[in-house]
Protein backbone atom coordinates (compact mmCIF):
# COMPACT_ATOMS: atom_id res chain seq x y z
CA UNK A 1 0.00 0.00 0.00
CA UNK A 2 0.89 3.91 -0.53
CA UNK A 3 2.60 5.43 2.68
CA UNK A 4 1.62 9.01 2.46
CA UNK A 5 4.19 10.00 5.72
CA UNK A 6 6.24 8.52 3.60
CA UNK A 7 5.91 8.86 0.31
CA UNK A 8 6.69 5.11 -0.41
CA UNK A 9 5.05 1.71 -1.29
CA UNK A 10 5.24 -0.15 2.27
CA UNK A 11 4.11 -4.01 2.56
CA UNK A 12 4.47 -4.55 6.60
CA UNK A 13 1.68 -2.67 7.82
CA UNK A 14 0.41 -4.63 10.58
CA UNK A 15 -3.58 -4.27 11.60
CA UNK A 16 -4.98 -5.51 14.86
CA UNK A 17 -8.45 -4.52 16.73
CA UNK A 18 -10.02 -4.85 19.74
CA UNK A 19 -12.49 -4.27 21.48
CA UNK A 20 -12.72 -1.01 23.61
CA UNK A 21 -14.72 1.53 25.84
CA UNK A 22 -13.98 4.70 25.21
CA UNK A 23 -14.60 8.16 27.57
CA UNK A 24 -14.81 6.10 30.72
CA UNK A 25 -14.37 8.92 32.77
CA UNK A 26 -18.01 10.01 32.08
CA UNK A 27 -20.88 8.39 33.19
CA UNK A 28 -22.11 4.84 31.84
CA UNK A 29 -24.65 6.15 29.39
CA UNK A 30 -21.79 8.34 27.97
CA UNK A 31 -19.27 5.93 27.15
CA UNK A 32 -18.84 4.34 24.13
CA UNK A 33 -18.04 0.67 23.56
CA UNK A 34 -16.61 -0.16 19.96
CA UNK A 35 -13.87 -1.72 17.99
CA UNK A 36 -10.44 0.25 18.20
CA UNK A 37 -8.63 -0.46 15.20
CA UNK A 38 -4.62 0.20 15.05
CA UNK A 39 -2.63 -0.21 11.85
CA UNK A 40 1.21 0.29 12.76
CA UNK A 41 3.96 0.25 10.29
CA UNK A 42 7.67 0.45 10.56
CA UNK A 43 9.01 3.89 10.92
CA UNK A 44 12.54 3.08 8.70
CA UNK A 45 15.02 5.15 8.56
CA UNK A 46 18.13 3.43 5.79
CA UNK A 47 20.45 6.15 6.71
CA UNK A 48 20.69 5.44 10.55
CA UNK A 49 21.23 1.28 10.03
CA UNK A 50 24.61 0.19 8.26
CA UNK A 51 24.64 -1.72 5.24
CA UNK A 52 24.24 -5.54 5.85
CA UNK A 53 22.69 -4.62 9.54
CA UNK A 54 18.94 -4.54 11.03
CA UNK A 55 17.78 -2.40 13.55
CA UNK A 56 18.24 -2.78 16.90
CA UNK A 57 14.47 -1.47 17.75
CA UNK A 58 12.41 -1.09 15.65
CA UNK A 59 10.09 2.41 15.76
CA UNK A 60 6.73 1.98 14.47
CA UNK A 61 3.64 4.37 13.22
CA UNK A 62 0.42 3.40 14.77
CA UNK A 63 -2.96 4.72 13.29
CA UNK A 64 -5.67 4.05 15.67
CA UNK A 65 -9.54 4.30 14.79
CA UNK A 66 -12.24 3.76 16.93
CA UNK A 67 -15.47 2.76 14.58
CA UNK A 68 -18.73 0.50 15.59
CA UNK A 69 -18.88 -0.40 11.60
CA UNK A 70 -20.01 -3.83 10.54
CA UNK A 71 -17.18 -3.86 7.97
CA UNK A 72 -14.74 -6.31 8.61
CA UNK A 73 -11.62 -5.08 10.09
CA UNK A 74 -9.07 -4.09 7.05
CA UNK A 75 -12.37 -2.97 5.00
CA UNK A 76 -12.89 -0.61 8.11
CA UNK A 77 -9.32 0.41 8.33
CA UNK A 78 -8.96 0.71 4.88
CA UNK A 79 -12.41 2.70 4.56
CA UNK A 80 -10.68 4.90 7.74
CA UNK A 81 -8.01 5.86 5.35
CA UNK A 82 -9.39 7.03 2.37
CA UNK A 83 -11.50 9.42 4.96
CA UNK A 84 -8.03 10.68 5.71
CA UNK A 85 -7.50 11.15 2.44
CA UNK A 86 -10.17 13.19 1.82
CA UNK A 87 -9.71 15.19 4.99
CA UNK A 88 -6.47 16.42 3.29
CA UNK A 89 -8.49 18.24 0.83
CA UNK A 90 -10.82 20.08 3.34
CA UNK A 91 -7.93 21.11 5.18
CA UNK A 92 -6.25 21.74 2.11
CA UNK A 93 -9.39 24.23 0.99
CA UNK A 94 -9.48 25.57 4.88
CA UNK A 95 -6.32 26.81 4.82
CA UNK A 96 -6.75 28.24 1.44
CA UNK A 97 -9.73 30.12 -0.29
CA UNK A 98 -12.03 28.80 2.63
CA UNK A 99 -9.49 30.56 5.47
CA UNK A 100 -12.31 33.84 4.44
CA UNK A 101 -15.37 32.69 5.39
CA UNK A 102 -17.71 33.41 6.41
CA UNK A 103 -19.14 36.72 5.60
CA UNK A 104 -22.29 37.97 6.46
CA UNK A 105 -23.78 37.57 3.32
CA UNK A 106 -25.33 34.09 2.69
CA UNK A 107 -25.19 34.22 -1.31
CA UNK A 108 -21.49 35.79 -1.02
CA UNK A 109 -20.28 32.83 1.10
CA UNK A 110 -22.61 30.30 -1.86
CA UNK A 111 -20.59 32.33 -4.73
CA UNK A 112 -17.43 32.29 -3.00
CA UNK A 113 -17.48 28.07 -2.01
CA UNK A 114 -18.34 27.69 -5.68
CA UNK A 115 -15.00 29.13 -6.46
CA UNK A 116 -13.11 28.23 -4.23
CA UNK A 117 -13.67 24.21 -5.81
CA UNK A 118 -13.74 25.62 -9.08
CA UNK A 119 -10.01 26.91 -7.90
CA UNK A 120 -9.32 23.78 -5.84
CA UNK A 121 -10.43 21.98 -8.83
CA UNK A 122 -8.11 23.48 -11.40
CA UNK A 123 -5.12 23.58 -9.04
CA UNK A 124 -5.27 19.88 -8.43
CA UNK A 125 -5.31 19.05 -12.24
CA UNK A 126 -2.56 21.76 -12.74
CA UNK A 127 -0.26 19.97 -10.70
CA UNK A 128 -0.99 16.70 -11.39
CA UNK A 129 -0.26 18.43 -14.66
CA UNK A 130 3.14 19.40 -14.09
CA UNK A 131 4.61 16.48 -12.45
CA UNK A 132 3.91 13.11 -10.27
CA UNK A 133 5.34 15.12 -7.21
CA UNK A 134 2.67 17.97 -7.59
CA UNK A 135 0.09 15.39 -7.83
CA UNK A 136 0.42 15.20 -4.58
CA UNK A 137 1.05 18.63 -3.66
CA UNK A 138 -0.56 20.68 -1.61
CA UNK A 139 -2.48 23.40 -2.83
CA UNK A 140 -0.17 25.78 -1.45
CA UNK A 141 2.79 24.26 -2.77
CA UNK A 142 1.53 24.58 -6.05
CA UNK A 143 0.81 28.07 -5.82
CA UNK A 144 4.35 28.80 -4.39
CA UNK A 145 6.57 26.67 -6.79
CA UNK A 146 4.15 27.17 -10.36
CA UNK A 147 2.02 30.37 -10.29
CA UNK A 148 3.47 32.63 -8.13
CA UNK A 149 6.57 32.88 -10.10
CA UNK A 150 8.65 35.88 -10.04
CA UNK A 151 8.83 36.39 -14.49
CA UNK A 152 8.73 39.63 -16.84
CA UNK A 153 6.88 40.60 -19.43
CA UNK A 154 8.37 41.50 -22.13
CA UNK A 155 7.31 42.48 -25.95
CA UNK A 156 9.53 42.54 -28.89
CA UNK A 157 8.81 42.52 -32.34
CA UNK A 158 4.58 42.65 -31.70
CA UNK A 159 5.21 39.45 -29.96
CA UNK A 160 4.94 38.90 -25.93
CA UNK A 161 8.03 37.22 -23.89
CA UNK A 162 8.01 35.44 -20.58
CA UNK A 163 11.42 35.66 -18.90
CA UNK A 164 11.49 33.14 -16.21
CA UNK A 165 14.14 32.97 -13.12
CA UNK A 166 17.97 31.84 -14.21
CA UNK A 167 18.31 28.56 -12.51
CA UNK A 168 14.32 27.83 -10.87
CA UNK A 169 14.40 24.54 -9.75
CA UNK A 170 11.04 23.83 -11.06
CA UNK A 171 11.11 25.17 -14.30
CA UNK A 172 10.86 21.68 -15.79
CA UNK A 173 7.97 21.09 -14.56
CA UNK A 174 6.06 24.34 -15.16
CA UNK A 175 6.81 23.56 -18.91
CA UNK A 176 5.24 20.85 -18.42
CA UNK A 177 2.33 22.15 -17.32
CA UNK A 178 2.63 25.29 -19.62
CA UNK A 179 2.61 22.55 -22.57
CA UNK A 180 -0.47 20.69 -21.48
CA UNK A 181 -2.22 23.75 -20.88
CA UNK A 182 -1.29 25.76 -24.10
CA UNK A 183 -0.23 23.22 -26.46
CA UNK A 184 3.44 23.25 -28.13
CA UNK A 185 4.18 26.98 -29.45
CA UNK A 186 2.64 27.28 -33.19
CA UNK A 187 4.77 28.50 -35.95
CA UNK A 188 4.26 31.24 -37.62
CA UNK A 189 5.24 32.20 -41.00
CA UNK A 190 4.37 35.83 -42.44
Not at 67 to 93: C, F, G, K, W, Y
Not at 112 to 128: D, K, Q, Y
Not at 166 to 179: G, I, K, S, Y
Request: aromatic letters at 6%; charged letters at 20%; hydrophobic letters at 45%.
Amino acid sequence: MWDEDEQRLISDAEVAEIEYTAFTSLRKDQQVTARLIVRRVKRLNPASVPEGQSEMFAAYRYHAVLTNSPMTMLEAEADHRAHAIVEQSHADMRSGPLAHLPSGQFAANGAWLVLAAITHNLMRAAGTLASMFHARATTGTIRAQLIEIPARLAHRARRLHLHLPTDWPWQTEWENLFAAACGPPGHHTT
